[in-house]
Nanobody, 123 residues
Framework: VQLVESGGGLVQAGGSLRLSCAASGRTFSSNAMGWFRQAPGKEREFVAATDWSGTITYYADSVKGRFTISREKVKNTVYLQMNSLKPEDTAVYYC?????????????????WGQGTQVTVSS
């Protein structure tokens, strides 16, 4: 089972990126999915999550109104659209899959993780 993130890169403040997380080895259509990020010297923190259906979403206050999580079950893929990026959004972004249909903001609620994709926002 693999989760592979892509779409990271270098962008100027105010710009946008869309991250993708493609799952292989099994389907996650009945599982909650989430995005987390980790900046250098900091702990991994919650960014966004979606329930198994994709209709319930939840965001960290720091990204609310700027980021959007979505999923495309046919492609077994989850996305994170990031707009109005700020330098403080710079981090390695990880996608994760939970064992159940809903999960929250804690890393231990997720049991599959990708290797991460770097997002760097310049000022």
């Amino acid at each position: 089972v693999q989760l592979v993130e892509s779409g990271g890169g270098l962008v100027q403040a105010g710009g946008s990126l869309r991250l993708s997380c493609a799952a292989s080895g099994r389907t996650f259509s009945s599982n909650a999915m989430g995005w987390f990020r980790q900046a250098p010297g900091k702990e991994r923190e919650f960014v966004a999550a979606t329930d198994w259906s994709g209709t319930i979403t939840y965001y960290a206050d720091s990204v609310k109104g700027r980021f959007t999580i979505s999923r495309e079950k046919v492609k077994n893929t989850v996305y994170l659209q990031m707009n109005s990026l700020k330098p403080e959004d710079t981090a390695v972004y990880y996608c994760a899959a939970a064992p159940g249909r809903w999960a929250g903001v804690v890393t231990t609620q997720y049991d599959y993780w990708g290797q991460g994709t770097q997002v760097t926002v310049s000022s």
